[in-house]
Nanobody
Framework: VQLQASGGGLVQAGGSLRLSCTAS????????VGWFRQAPGKEREFVGG????????LYADSVKGRFTISRDNTGSTVYLQMNSLKPEDTAVYFC?????????????????WGQGTLVTVSS
């Protein structure tokens, strides 16, 4: 599975962006998918994740209530809707497919990683 995150850009604080994670070669409809982010000089951190059916979704406390994860019915795209963005949300955002049908908060469970997309939030 090859993954590609897209949709990043520059936005003012309080604005919104929607990121997309698409799969090529095959779908990730049977995998949990996670979103992570990495700010300059910091560790990559968990943002949120969704299981293969979309019924169970996890969020980091720092984004809960502002970010929403969803996936389309084809199993080929997962979205991260980001609202009320803050300067501290600035980072490169990555999507990843888990080895199982469920997402987890730990990086170690994810086998396939996409190239990231940069999100910059100005104050």
């Amino acid at each position: 599975v090859q993954l590609q995150a897209s949709g990043g850009g520059l936005v003012q604080a309080g604005g919104s962006l929607r990121l997309s994670c698409t799969a090529s070669r095959r779908t990730f409809s049977n995998n949990g998918v996670g979103w992570f982010r990495q700010a300059p000089g910091k560790e990559r951190e968990f943002v949120g994740g969704i299981n293969w059916r979309g019924g169970s979704i996890l969020y980091a406390d720092s984004v809960k209530g502002r970010f929403t994860i969803s996936r389309d019915n084809t199993g080929s795209t997962v979205y991260l809707q980001m609202n009320s963005l803050k300067p501290e949300d600035t980072a490169v955002y990555f999507c990843a497919a888990h080895t199982s049908a469920y997402a987890s908060r730990q990086k170690e469970g994810y086998r396939y990683w996409g190239q990231g997309t940069l999100v910059t939030v100005s104050s």
